[in-house]
């Protein structure tokens, strides 16, 4: 059993910054891929950024040069940093990663965190 739980997210005025932080726990042998993901209301789910457990990276073209994702491979854990937040970001954020057990290779969601951009 792999859980993923987020943390970090809340209300920020435009132009602020928030860190998002996201742990894996449970039984497995390899992070693979991991990834952060968000959903507006009424909105479908869209990619923010992913990165590999060599550390290559990719953003959606709307947070590049704004967020920065980043992994701690001793911790099992995924990053993002977010900063010059504006109201459109505001979304549910999700991590997601891909995890090697004893099953074999599975793709994991977090429950996600609020992220809210408002003056």
């Known amino acids: 059993q792999v859980q993923l739980v987020e943390s970090g997210g809340g209300l920020v005025q435009p132009g602020g910054s928030l860190r998002l932080s996201c742990a894996a726990s449970?039984?497995?042998?390899?992070?693979?891929?991991m990834g952060w993901y968000r959903q507006a209301p009424g909105k479908q789910r869209d990619l923010v950024a992913t990165?590999?457990?060599?550390?290559?990276?990719n953003y959606a073209d709307s947070v590049k040069g704004r967020f920065t994702i980043s992994r701690d491979n001793a911790k099992s854990a995924v990053y993002l940093q977010m900063n010059s937040l504006e109201p459109e970001d505001t979304a549910v954020y999700y991590c997601?990663?891909?995890?090697?057990?004893?099953?074999?290779?599975?793709?994991?969601w977090g429950r996600g965190t609020q992220v809210t951009v408002s003056s």
């Open positions: 997601d990663a891909f995890v090697r057990t004893a099953a074999g290779l599975g793709h994991y």
């Open positions: 449970g039984s497995f042998s390899v992070i693979g891929v």
């Open positions: 990165i590999t457990s060599g550390g290559s990276t």
